[in-house]
């Protein structure tokens, strides 16, 4: 898929982040501790890690500047209500970053943080892709806290399957 316009990429991005703000609103604020093993990223983590990498990676970087991703811990924000908060305020800095581009910079060049060059509209493209990672973790978390998740378009698997003709 290459993004041609800014304006048909944001409507997207937003179906995208409408899904993974439907995952987050059912997160029980006393599990945004939660992690399946010592060491590796919480729930809030993995919210604040989209919020800083969508904002202080993607963000700066199309903007000609270098990646200042700080991080996903506490010190950004602590407890359910403030990460939520802060996950929401990057995404509209992020947002305006994006609407500030013409349909031309998209293909533009910009640098990852490892100093390859990439069009900006496939540094977009990969951004939406890591998004979507990080949500499909949290789903995993909140499975092993047997928490009730959003279909992400409304039907189960099985549900799927039963509706599917017989082959």
């Given at each position: 898929?290459?993004?041609?316009?800014?304006?048909?990429?944001?409507?997207?991005?937003?179906?995208?982040?409408?899904?993974?703000?439907?995952?987050?609103?059912?997160?029980?604020p006393g599990h945004?501790?939660?992690?399946?093993?010592?060491?590796?990223?919480?729930?809030?983590?993995?919210?604040?890690?989209?919020?800083?990498i969508e904002r202080?990676?993607?963000?700066?970087?199309?903007?000609?500047?270098?990646?200042?991703?700080?991080?996903?811990?506490?010190?950004?924000?602590?407890?359910?209500?403030?990460?939520?908060?802060?996950?929401?305020?990057?995404?509209?800095?992020?947002?305006?970053?994006?609407?500030?581009?013409?349909?031309?910079?998209?293909?533009?060049?910009?640098?990852?943080?490892?100093?390859?060059?990439?069009?900006?509209?496939?540094?977009?493209?990969?951004?939406?892709?890591?998004?979507?990672?990080?949500?499909?973790?949290?789903?995993?978390?909140?499975?092993?806290?047997?928490?009730?998740?959003?279909?992400?378009?409304?039907?189960?698997?099985?549900?799927?399957?039963?509706?599917?003709?017989?082959?």
């Amino acid at each position: 898929m290459e993004i041609q316009s800014v304006q048909s990429f944001i409507g997207y991005y937003e179906k995208i982040r409408e899904r993974t703000n439907r995952i987050i609103e059912v997160v029980p604020p006393g599990h945004i501790d939660f992690s399946y093993k010592p060491g590796k990223f919480t729930i809030g983590d993995q919210i604040r890690h989209i919020a800083t990498i969508e904002r202080y990676m993607y963000g700066e970087t199309i903007s000609g500047r270098k990646s200042a991703y700080p991080g996903c811990g506490k010190e950004l924000a602590d407890g359910y209500d403030e990460t939520v908060q802060f996950f929401n305020e990057m995404h509209r800095q992020t947002l305006e970053i994006i609407n500030a581009l013409s349909d031309e910079d998209l293909t533009r060049k910009c640098l990852t943080p490892a100093g390859n060059e990439i069009s900006i509209w496939e540094w977009l493209r990969a951004m939406i892709e890591h998004e979507i990672h990080h949500r499909a973790e949290i789903y995993i978390y909140l499975n092993l806290l047997d928490v009730k998740t959003p279909q992400i378009y409304g039907f189960s698997a099985e549900e799927v399957q039963d509706m599917s003709i017989k082959l």
